[in-house]
Each structure stands twice: as structure tokens, then as C-alpha cells.
């Protein structure tokens, strides 16, 4: 196997306590608009916009060495937002916006695993600057970090309209996963701002 099974596991549940807030954040929210993001100018790269809204298929944070599969997920019947089972990929909450829209947030959560092998075990890594890549159907959009920063459980409920409402004049990408771990439980959630650059011009 190619984790410990009872880290795996804990790493599941202190991710459904994350989530299960993000729960109680986002149902009711108004959904974003389709349409194409407003393209800033890159550090090195020409960009153009994705020519519309397309369902994200791959994360990829060079970086930090992470390239996972992004699987749609959705609320359960018991309020929880999951990220998938398999702690190798991550998760788009399918009513969050997608990579190209013009308001809203694309959310994406993924595992932290304490044993290791979590894809988002690294995450707290990156800095302002850093790259991160979605690859759509339509292209691979570029992002750049902005933001990364952690909050306890209780500063994400206080902030939870701020960090995942999908009432947002100006698209960004969100990522999200745990940390604090105690031994027993993760106390804290790592919380990375990304702005959308567009596709790279002399991506073929």
C-alpha cells in the first residue's frame, strides 16, 4: 500500500471537518456567470483568455512537484463536501466556477496525509509568485499565487463568506487543505489565493 491506512483515514475525517464548513458556506450561494476571465499582464509569458468556461482536469503546482487529477465533487445528502477518497487526487466543487469564468471562485481541496503522501502535503510551501497550473479541455490556464496563509477552524468560519462565496466580482482560484496536525486531529486549514493569468500564447 502506498499509505498508512489509519493516517489516510484521519487525514479523510479532518478533511470532512474542513470541508463540512465550506458546507455551510456554499449552499444558496449565487453561481457565477459563464464567460471568459480578464487576462493581467505575466512575468515572462503572453496570455490570452480561455475562449469559455471549461471543467478543470489536472493541478499542477511545479513548484511543489504536484500533479494530480481534479474530480468533480459535490455535497452530500449529510451537508459534507469531500474531497475524493484517493488521497493522490483533488477535488472541484463542480458548482464553484470554472477555470475562464468571469465571477466567482474555483474551489479545489485535496488531502494532507501526516505519515506523507498527501498531494497537498507541500502546499504550505508556496509563496506569493508561485505558479499554478489547471489543464481544461480548452487549454491549460495559468495562475499566480497571491495569498498563503493558514487559519484555525474558527477564523475560517468568521471569514467563511470572504473565503468561498461565490459572489465575486473578479475570478480566483482557491485551494485548500489541512494542517496543524496535533496526533490526533488537524487543527488548521492552509489556504492559497491564486489570480488567473490565461493560456500561455505559445502553448500548443
Known amino acids: 500500500m502506498r499509505n498508512d491506512r489509519a493516517g489516510d483515514r484521519l487525514a479523510g475525517t479532518s ?35 480561455l475562449a469559455a468556461p471549461a471543467k478543470p482536469l489536472r493541478l499542477i503546482v ?21 474531497p475524493p477518497s484517493d488521497v493522490h487526487d483533488v477535488g472541484w466543487w463542480q458548482r464553484s466556477a470554472k477555470p475562464g ?26 509563496r506569493p509568485g508561485s505558479l499554478i497550473r489547471i489543464q481544461t479541455p480548452r487549454g491549460t490556464v495559468d495562475y499566480e499565487a497571491t495569498k498563503v496563509f493558514v487559519y ?20 480566483r482560484l482557491v485551494l485548500v487543505t489541512c494542517t496543524g496536525w496535533t496526533g490526533r486531529d488537524y487543527t488548521s486549514n492552509i489556504i492559497v489565493y491564486a489570480d488567473p493569468l490565461g493560456v500561455r500564447t505559445d502553448d500548443r
Not at 63 to 82: C, F, K, M, N, T
Open 15 to 49: 478533511t470532512r471537518l474542513l470541508v463540512l464548513f465550506l458546507a455551510m458556506v456554499i449552499v444558496g450561494f449565487v453561481l457565477p456567470s459563464p464567460g471568459t476571465a480578464n487576462v493581467p499582464a505575466g512575468s515572462g509569458h503572453d496570455y490570452r483568455a
Open 62 to 82: 511545479p513548484e511543489i512537484g504536484l500533479r494530480a487529477p481534479i474530480l468533480p465533487i459535490e455535497i452530500a445528502p449529510d451537508g459534507v463536501l469531500s
Open 101 to 126: 469564468a468571469t465571477t466567482g471562485q474555483t474551489l479545489i481541496t485535496g488531502h494532507t496525509v501526516h505519515t506523507g503522501g498527501g498531494v497537498m502535503n507541500r502546499l504550505g510551501e508556496l
Open 152 to 171: 484555525t477552524r474558527a477564523q475560517v468560519t468568521a471569514h467563511k463568506q470572504q473565503l468561498f462565496s461565490q459572489k465575486r466580482a473578479h475570478v
